[in-house]
């Protein structure tokens, strides 16, 4: 175990805690807006390669970005389920959890893929109809979502994987491997658009082979690592144990993020309702949005991961610790990335699209999000917080009710009344501010550092 430990590139345990923060959350932060750029390349490359088909396909491919991200952040964060498991595990100096943990996390990968894949073809087309997507769209959608959905076993394995590097402190290998397919994907894009004349068919193709590549680079790193978290492929099996303390902390985590992505599905039904330049101009900004979220939630799972280290070791007052510094490094980075996204906001939306009726009222939906994602940030660090002493199931409820309950509501009663974009936008700012003020009102009532003061080195369970 010293070995391993040494081995670690961001020790959690000991030393400062300040500087390893950025070390840890910066890379993440990479990866997950690499992750986004393969849809924003597929949105850049229909939006400018597909001639008059252009707003058309850019609607196509943004009118499924609530269906996947519904679906891929389910599963991530029962990974990060995994990732507290196996951090804990670490800090409690429990070889034998983190080998059971991290191949069962490999099976359920693979196995909850291949079952997003064969249920999401069986109904991709109800779903499509329940958005209300626009008939000249419909086809277009429906073919880029199929095609996607092919590729969910390599895109979740990746997650998964790169959970297990993470938990040991290690998020450069899973930014490098994301790199390498980032650049696969956009040569891909460019290839089946431009030289072989497709259209979203080409792009998602290219994502799917692309995430095909990021996730065998791991399992490859993941076979030829230290002993550790080593896989071995012929040990690959449910352990029914860790199984349940990677859900019992990752399925709640995962409906938490869903859950943002299930109301993003009612919100995106009624921005489909405006029409295909309002659908077009949402989709555009959303990848705007998403570059400063997945920024801002680095440093929510980085508080997760160093408090799962902290209290498998004991080290209740390093948790106190990660919390505070987690919300001053976090506040930093993510008024830095507001203003950036805000003073260059119409530059970048007109890369997707050039259409200054789109670069507006994008604009317009850039203004209200990115300023509301502060409160965002308050809540995203202290359910973290709350995860990393295992506490997950709280955090979840409270986001249910504090986004998912007030956006849909504010959509069936606000928006009937008065249906106009700027009604659904303001939908974004009330549910934040809310759900920040419960998650905090939880934390001052759950005291964990208190609770787990008196605990040594106990098991997840």
Request: some cysteine; aromatic content about 8%.
């Amino acid at each position: 175990m010293e070995t391993a430990k040494k081995k670690q590139k961001n020790d959690m345990l000991h030393g400062t805690i300040w500087n390893k923060l950025p070390r840890f959350a910066l890379p993440v932060a990479a990866t997950a807006i690499l992750e986004q750029l393969f849809n924003a390349a597929d949105i850049a490359v229909v939006g400018n390669f597909t001639g008059a088909d252009r707003t058309v396909a850019v609607a196509a491919v943004g009118a499924n970005s609530p269906i996947i991200s519904l679906i891929v952040n389910l599963f991530i964060g029962i990974a990060l389920g995994a990732n507290v498991v196996i951090a804990n595990a670490i800090g409690r100096d429990d070889r034998e959890t983190v080998h059971r943990a991290v191949h069962t996390s490999i099976i359920m990968a693979l196995a909850g893929g291949i079952l997003v894949t064969v249920f999401g073809e069986l109904i991709a087309g109800s779903l499509l109809r329940m958005l209300q997507v626009p008939q000249d769209v419909y086809p277009y959608a429906l073919l880029y979502l199929r095609i996607y959905l092919m590729g969910m076993p390599v895109i979740l394995l990746y997650n998964f994987e790169a959970a297990i590097f993470r938990s040991i402190g290690d998020t450069k290998i899973p930014l490098a491997a994301l790199a390498l397919s980032g650049v696969l994907n956009v040569i891909l894009n460019l290839f089946f658009v431009i030289v072989l004349k497709m259209t979203v068919n080409g792009v998602a193709i290219a994502t799917v082979i692309s995430n095909a590549l990021s996730a065998v680079i791991l399992y490859v790193r993941l076979m030829r690592t230290d002993k550790y978290i080593q896989v071995e492929t012929k040990k690959l099996r449910i352990d029914w144990p860790s199984f349940g303390r990677i859900l019992k902390i990752g399925l709640p985590a995962g409906i938490q993020s869903a859950v943002f992505s299930f109301s993003n599905i009612v919100i995106q039904s009624a921005i489909n309702s405006l029409g295909k330049v309002v659908m077009a101009a949402s989709s555009a900004a959303c990848n705007i949005e998403a570059i400063v979220y997945n920024l801002m939630n680095s440093f929510s799972q980085a508080c997760t991961t160093f408090v799962g280290q902290n209290y498998g070791a004991g080290e209740i007052g390093r948790c106190r610790k990660t919390l505070t510094l987690c919300l001053i490094e976090d506040g930093i980075a993510t008024g830095l990335a507001i203003t950036l996204g805000l003073v260059a906001g119409r530059f970048l939306l007109s890369i997707f699209n050039s259409d200054p009726v789109v670069v507006e009222i994008g604009y317009s939906r850039l203004t209200i999000i990115l300023s509301a994602y502060v409160f965002s940030m308050l809540y995203e660090v202290m359910s973290g917080y709350l995860r990393g002493f295992g506490i997950s199931l709280v955090p979840a409820i409270l986001t249910t009710i504090g986004v998912c309950g007030i956006r849909i509501a504010w959509i069936e009663i606000a928006f009937a009344k008065n249906p106009t974009f700027q009604t659904i936008m303001t939908a974004y700012p009330v549910s934040l501010a809310t759900t920040a003020l419960l998650i905090l009102i939880a934390l001052l009532l759950y005291r964990p550092s208190r609770r787990f003061a008196s605990m040594q080195r106990s098991p997840l369970v």
